[in-house]
């Protein structure tokens, strides 16, 4: 079949999607993650491949004996939907293949600051914020959360308490102290 003939929809669905979306990583670069990130994300690509996919493959096989497959809805949307999920176990089985599992509990009772550590800091203004420095696939802003990799947290690796770090961001650099470095308890 000719190239001119290709819907322009199905290339752009798996050309390139499933590269991770990782800001500041190179490639071949570690990727570290606590037991607990690294367990929820083998959680997920198992239930993606033991309960999701074969209850699609189910749904697109149903459909697809029904007749005409241009204009069955259920068809259409099982075969968009078995992309994204072979796309994100493609994903996931690539993340954790080159995982890192770090306890961060190693450092309990220390004042310097490794990945794992939940770092209360004092900007110049007075305002303190506490932070997590968890892996780039664990990360979740709401929380609290930072990556590794991201310019706060590399900001923040290796310096004590008590020490004053420089954050360089778009409108010149701030100053941050480290007031507390917080470790999970071992075991």
Known sequence: MSKAFTRETDQDDDSGADQPATAGQAPGEKNYITRAGYDR?????????????????????????????????????????LREIDRRIRFLTRRLEIAEVVDPS??????????????????????????????????????????????????????????????AVPGGARELEIVEVRYPAPG
């Open 41 to 81: 994300l083998r959680a997920e690509l198992f239930q993606l491949m033991d309960e999701e996919r074969p209850r699609i493959v189910e749904i697109v096989h149903w459909a697809a004996s029904n007749g005409d497959r241009s204009e069955n809805g259920d068809y259409l949307y099982g075969k968009k939907r």
């Open 106 to 167: 190693i450092h309990h009772g220390g004042d310097q600051v490794f990945f794992g550590a939940s770092v209360t800091c004092c900007d110049e203004d007075g305002r303190e914020s506490t932070v997590t420095i968890l892996g780039i696939d664990e990360a979740d802003s709401a929380q609290g959360q930072i990556s590794w990799v991201s310019p706060v947290a590399r900001a923040l690796l290796k310096a004590r308490v008590g020490d004053v770090v420089h954050l």
